[in-house]
């Protein structure tokens, strides 16, 4: 698995390829099967009144991720080791797993339809993509609220971890998965604790603001490439300051700005301000952006490892 050789760059991006089509065909592993499922199911047991919350907190975002990591690394060092090609299929599927595409975007493109036809059911599916309060969501806050929850899940879910992975695969593909898995973990210990009621969840919190910090500005980068309009990443700006995250804004701003339509968070934030909620066609166009700009995601990380791996192998050989 040296940086140098050419077996370790095809197995990466073998390792890309599969994890897109397991996503492609698959949507996500069943819910008793998933790992990202169990791991949250360990975060409950962290989920408790401690007496040192902040002190707890940190020890909890210290080593829970990191313990995802070793594990994942030991399982694709062991499969590599049986033959390159089971570290390959091996680290996919881990990818598969710990990234998330194809099955938001189909329950955004749902809850979008829904709020046409049947409002109340719109609202209730709203909960599988967005924490937030619904019942009182007009159809068009629902709408704005599956698109706002699919961009910034664009980030979170998807280019984190494959950026986690390019990073870290020229070192070795165990290092590279392992890297991914830590990232999910960040993510979802911040979506399990991170909340300001949540004392031990701070430290989750920070963390995964920092993770994200890049993921969030890539992921706006590629909605403005998906959208033909890279101007949308200065005009969002003007809006950024209203939202609390550090991050989420990015791709959700530059989403709003790509469609032409107003995205809120009724009493906390508004994009576009200017523009109207989006109707169905318009969300339904957002939805697709983000599964482009997902796309995207993938092809250019493929590519760039492609390029690294040539060039390195160029670089060894001359040396």
């Known amino acids: 698995m040296s940086v140098l050789t050419s077996e370790a760059g095809s197995t990466a991006v073998l390792a890309l390829v599969l994890a897109f089509m397991l996503d492609s065909l698959l949507g996500e592993p069943p819910l008793k099967a998933h790992p990202v499922a169990w791991f949250g199911q360990l975060i409950v047991l962290f989920d408790r009144e401690w007496r040192w919350p902040l002190l707890s907190g940190v020890l909890i975002a210290g080593c829970l991720p990191l313990m995802a990591a070793v594990l994942t690394g030991l399982i694709v060092t062991t499969a590599f080791t049986v033959h390159p090609i089971a570290g390959a299929i091996t680290a996919g599927v881990v990818l598969f797993v710990v990234t998330s595409r194809r099955m938001l975007l189909d329950t955004a493109s749902e809850v979008v339809v829904l709020t046409e036809t049947d409002l109340a059911t719109a ?34 879910g998807l280019v984190a971890p494959l950026f986690a992975f390019a990073l870290l695969v020229p070192v070795s593909l165990s290092l590279g998965t392992a890297g991914a898995a830590w990232v999910k973990a960040v993510n979802t210990l911040d979506s399990m604790l991170g909340y300001e009621h949540k004392r ?54 530059t989403l709003a700005v790509a469609t032409d339509c107003q995205l809120t968070k009724p009493g906390v934030y508004t994009l576009n301000p200017e523009k109207s909620l989006p109707t169905v066609a318009t969300a339904e166009r957002g939805v697709h952006l983000i ?29």
């Open 123 to 156: 609202r209730g599916r709203l909960r599988a993509l967005a924490g937030r309060e619904a019942s009182s969501l007009s159809s068009g806050e629902v709408r704005s609220a599956a698109v706002e929850s699919a961009a910034e899940n664009l980030s979170d």
């Open 200 to 253: 031990v969840g701070t430290a989750s919190a920070r963390l995964d603001d920092a993770v994200m910090w890049f993921p969030a500005r890539v992921s706006a980068l590629l909605i403005a490439l998906a959208a033909g309009s890279l101007t949308a990443l200065s005009v969002q700006t003007a809006w950024l300051d209203s939202v609390p995250s550090p991050n989420a804004g990015w791709p959700m701003g």
């Open 291 to 319: 599964s482009l700009a997902s796309v995207l995601a993938f092809v250019f990380v493929c590519a760039a490892l492609v390029l690294l791996f040539v060039l390195l192998q160029g670089v060894g050989q001359w040396i």
